[in-house]
């Protein structure tokens, strides 16, 4: 009597559809030798595929430490609420802001651009999935990924020559602490690293980020009062 010659994957998805990359392949032995074969040895018999192969790594996806380093050379100045708001008012300064869509349509200093430096996960490739499966470990069910668009839309709204604060949620620093020698490191600060990459020259970056901006009380409006 002989062993079945392949088995299907479980971890796939039903709707998947079986190529020879789906099976895990088992060697024909005859029932009463591969029973007495310890685990180990079994074990070697079966090749296991994956297709989830992890893209190259992308700008924003730098060391800290590297972007830490080119925003100090580039100049960037990090600056609190109430100058960023000065800032705008009296000097054409924008606010771009790097949050999701759905907090920026919830509340968003008066005249400021939304534009996400990450977006929810599109698309459904095996190493989409993977990741939407380690999120779903720690029980996020909304992952993000980097937004491929994020340069193309920064570009058809603002010149190079704009003046710009970058703003997110919590805002990161630069400024080394005992804490943090380093700083620690946020969207408004990874998106103002791809902006000078790209030639942007006056960039600036909110400390404290919008939750200092709502908490002392600075305008803020929502997308119907814009």
Not at 111 to 123: D, F, M, P, T
Request: charge should be positive; aromatic fraction near 10%.
């Amino acid at each position: 009597m002989l062993a079945a010659s392949s088995i299907v994957n479980p971890n796939l998805p039903c709707s998947s559809r079986a190529s020879s990359s789906d099976f895990v392949s088992v060697s024909f032995r005859p029932l009463s030798v591969a029973k007495f074969r310890s685990s180990a040895v079994r074990k070697r018999l079966l090749t296991v595929r994956s297709a989830a192969t992890k893209p190259a790594k992308s700008p924003a996806e730098e060391e800290w430490k590297i972007k830490r380093q080119l925003l100090s050379e580039k100049r960037v100045r990090s600056v609190d609420v109430k100058e960023a708001f000065r800032l705008q008012n009296e000097n054409n300064f924008v606010i771009l802001d790097v949050r999701p869509v759905a907090e920026f349509k919830e509340a968003h200093p008066p005249g400021a651009i939304n534009v996400q430096i990450y977006r929810l996960i599109k698309e459904w490739t095996a190493w989409d999935i993977a990741r939407r499966a380690a999120f779903a470990f720690f029980g996020i069910f909304s992952g993000t990924e980097e937004n491929p668009e994020f340069m193309q839309d920064v570009e058809s709204k603002l010149s190079k020559d704009a003046k710009i604060i970058v703003a997110c949620s919590t805002g990161g620093t630069m400024k080394p602490s005992m804490n943090l020698p380093e700083g620690i490191q946020s969207r408004s600060l990874i998106a103002a690293y791809v902006l000078v990459l790209n030639g942007y020259k006056n960039v600036f970056h909110l400390e404290g980020g919008l939750y200092t901006w709502f908490k002392e009380g600075l305008p803020a409006v929502s997308l119907e009062e814009d």
